[in-house]
């Protein structure tokens, strides 16, 4: 099946720095969506994007929908301790969706 | 509250026993799917369903089975079959209609041993 590339692997950052992380696809996608995954349980949805060049904002957190609408970007601002976990980027298409292969980020304090 | 409900959160099983996984959804959403993740790993789509009485396979289909009779049900069994079981199982669901977001349970988490 499809994956998405996501970029980087893992992180590691101080509280309080500024972290962004990206996702890539050979193919074209309508919409992006962005989750987190604390451990040990499922992933919760934080920002949905429908539209190629749009840009959302859910608190600390800004991503962007390529314009060619194979890439998408996930910002966190102002780090915190609890941020630390697993983000997923997906993609819907035909009857499944397709996820990127995640981005462990770890906040030391 | 609306959402997705799996169980158990922790599910210990004997070697060659098959083993029920289960999930319901109140969101009234058509589609539901069955993910397996393994440490470090993305996730893997098992199997899917658009519409009761109908499922398709996905990418790990093999050692494993769904059935679809309710809307709001999509219980996975992992049979003796299956090679390597042990792993965290996430279900989702979503609207099957111009499907733009899923959402997750909690998750399972089966050992066997």
């Known amino acids: 099946g499809q994956q998405l590339n996501q970029s980087p692997q893992s992180m590691f950052i101080q509280e309080g720095e500024d972290v962004s992380m990206n996702c890539t696809s050979s193919s074209i996608f309508n919409t992006w969506l962005w989750y987190k995954q604390d451990p040990g349980e499922g992933p919760v949805l934080l920002i949905a994007l429908y539209k190629a060049g749009e840009l959302t904002s859910n608190g600390r957190l800004t991503a962007q929908f390529g314009i060619t609408r194979k890439d998408s970007f996930l910002n966190i601002s102002a780090s915190i301790p609890s941020d630390v976990g697993i983000y997923f980027c997906?993609?819907?298409?035909?009857?499944?969706?397709?996820f990127g292969t995640g981005t462990s980020l770890t906040v030391i304090p | 509250d609306g959402g997705i409900t799996q169980s158990p959160k922790y599910l210990f099983r004997k070697e060659g026993q098959n083993v029920t996984l289960s999930c319901e959804q109140n969101?009234?959403?058509?589609?539901m799917y069955w993910y397996r993740q393994d440490p470090g790993q993305g996730l893997r789509l098992i199997y899917y369903s658009q519409i009761v009485n109908d499922f398709q396979k996905g990418d790990i289909a093999e050692g494993y089975s769904v059935s679809r009779e309710k809307k709001e049900s999509f219980p996975l069994t992992v049979t003796s079959a299956q090679k390597n079981p042990t792993a965290f199982y996430l279900c989702?669901?979503?609207?099957?209609?111009?499907?733009?977001?899923?959402?997750f349970g909690q998750g399972t988490r089966l050992t066997v041993v």
């Open positions: 997906a993609g819907p298409t035909g009857n499944q969706f397709y």
């Open positions: 989702a669901s979503s609207r099957r209609q111009d499907i733009v977001e899923a959402f």
């Open positions: 969101l009234n959403h058509d589609a």
